[in-house]
């Protein structure tokens, strides 16, 4: 397993780090069935982009010296299929977030929705979430808002090539779009709500491609026995 990356597709509920923890004991079993006591340089073992844990799909892991290798495979544009909740908001974004549901809004129509999924088509400006994986300081972004600190995260221009309607029945609308290294699809979600003026959070994301590896090609984290 050294040198080398695995395309995995993450469950639901599991951390990117979750994932990393049960590959290298999965490693260091190989090891101890070798007789060999493993240096932390053969242990190495990482992933190359955070999934949130209500997310699925596409985590390539990293073994070895392909770890260097990681900021290469953070730069490549990545596809999503995701669920968004019309109608409500989340303090997180997604599902995990405390919810607040909105009343009497006017259901958007299927033209409304086309319309603004048009208008977060391109390069647009995004300012992370609080709750995401960024360092402010040196801190992750999502602890100081656990501790309930607000900070200041600075925006940046993201590129959304396409955003395609995979079905609309209110309050839900499922999407899928390919966007740039950097682009946060809960921030997506609630932008689109946000131009819909209904409100919205994205309650379910599936991450189908990163560059040109597929979720077609993973593995499923059950089948890694360690």
């Given at each position: 397993m050294n040198d080398e990356i695995i395309l995995i597709d993450k469950p639901v509920d599991w951390t990117s780090f979750d994932v990393v923890a049960k590959l290298r004991g999965k490693l260091r079993a190989e090891y101890a069935a070798k007789g060999v006591k493993p240096t932390k340089k053969q242990l190495r073992v990482g992933h190359a982009g955070t999934l949130d844990p209500f997310a699925t799909g596409l985590l390539i892991i990293l073994y070895g010296e392909s770890c260097k290798r990681a900021g290469d495979f953070l730069k490549l544009d990545k596809v999503y299929e995701a669920t968004i909740?019309?109608?409500?908001?989340?303090?997180?974004?997604?599902?995990?977030?405390?919810?607040?549901?909105?009343?009497?809004?006017?259901?958007?129509?299927?033209?409304?929705?086309q319309s603004a999924l048009v208008k977060y088509t391109g390069i647009i400006t995004q300012t992370p979430p609080q709750f995401s994986a960024i360092k402010i300081g040196g801190v992750r972004a999502y602890k100081l808002a656990r501790e309930g600190k607000s900070v200041e995260i600075p925006s940046r221009d993201v590129t959304i090539h396409s955003i395609d309607m995979l079905g609309y029945e209110y309050p839900m609308l499922r999407i899928k779009t390919h966007v740039s290294s950097g682009t946060y699809i809960r921030t997506l979600a609630e932008g689109i709500g946000e131009a819909l003026d209904v409100g919205a959070y994205c309650s379910a994301l599936l991450r189908t491609k990163i560059g040109e590896y597929s979720i077609e090609d993973a593995q499923g984290i059950e089948s890694q026995a360690s």
């Open positions: 909740h019309l109608g409500a908001t989340s303090t997180t974004g997604d599902p995990e977030g405390e919810i607040t549901e909105r009343i009497d809004v006017t259901v958007p129509t299927v033209e409304e929705v």
